[in-house]
């Protein structure tokens, strides 16, 4: 079955250290995005790429990192410059034009401890 | 600045009663308006979705309504369910691309 998988579903970290969240899709779907969710709030988004080796910023992407080596992959790396990184994060895919709704993966829960 | 203003932030309402959120958009670009529904822990998944050349939209029990004119959009959800219980979000897009902007979210409790 087509879909995105997102690993791991959760994940700790210490303060100060790197972590990388997986997201790997079989859609053939050219976009590819990463929102953060807090409790309770709406879906903020941090970084999306439309085309491989390509990407862009998007509200919140200080403390953030993003690759985009394959179509298929779109890993986010939280970086110890993220204060706050205790979050929900979403990934998504898409088709590249036209007005088109997202898939979602399953969501990581990344906890600092 | 937001574009998509979505409200209420929650909402109660019996089993079979209607929930109603609404939505209101700045961006006269935006040419697509789904609507996602997430259940706690998961994902959001598509739930309906809209153009600008329709005024109404049914699937199931789920309905959209669109006033171009006025920049809103609404979901309402007909013949409640307890399973219905879940957050729920609008977004917007522009025609020519596919960056999808997201309203804060309404949270519904469908009481049994």
């Known amino acids: 079955d087509g879909g995105i998988t997102q690993s791991p579903k959760y994940l700790f970290r210490k303060e100060g250290q790197n972590v990388t969240l997986s997201c790997e899709q079989n859609?053939?779907?050219?976009?590819m995005y990463w929102y953060r969710q807090d409790p309770g709030q709406g879906l903020r988004l941090i970084y999306y790429?439309?085309?491989?080796?390509?990407?862009q910023k998007g509200d919140i992407a200080e403390g953030y990192s993003v690759s985009r080596e394959k179509k298929e992959s779109f890993p986010l790396t939280v970086t110890s410059a993220q204060k706050n990184p205790t979050a929900f994060y979403l990934c998504?895919?898409?088709?590249?034009?036209?007005?088109?709704?997202?898939?979602f993966g399953s969501g990581t829960r990344l906890t600092v401890v | 600045q937001q574009q998509v203003k979505q409200s209420p932030q929650s909402l109660i309402v019996q089993k079979g009663g209607i929930p109603i959120i609404n939505c209101a958009y700045e961006?006269?670009?935006?040419?697509?308006f789904p609507w996602y529904q997430q259940f706690p822990g998961k994902g959001p998944a598509l739930l309906i979705a809209?153009?600008?050349?329709?005024s109404e939209k049914k699937e199931g029990r789920f309905t959209i309504s669109f006033n171009k004119s006025a920049k809103q959009f609404s979901l309402h959800i007909m013949d409640s369910q307890p399973g219905d219980s879940a957050t729920y979000f609008c977004?917007?897009?522009?025609?020519?691309?596919?960056?999808?902007?997201f309203g804060g979210g309404t949270r519904v409790l469908v009481k049994p």
């Open positions: 998504a895919s898409s088709v590249k034009s036209g007005p088109h709704g997202y898939t």
């Open positions: 859609l053939n779907h050219d976009a």
């Open positions: 790429s439309q085309i491989v080796n390509d990407f």
């Open positions: 961006n006269t670009a935006f040419d697509y």
């Open positions: 809209i153009r600008p050349d329709v």
């Open positions: 977004a917007a897009s522009k025609a020519a691309g596919n960056k999808l902007t």
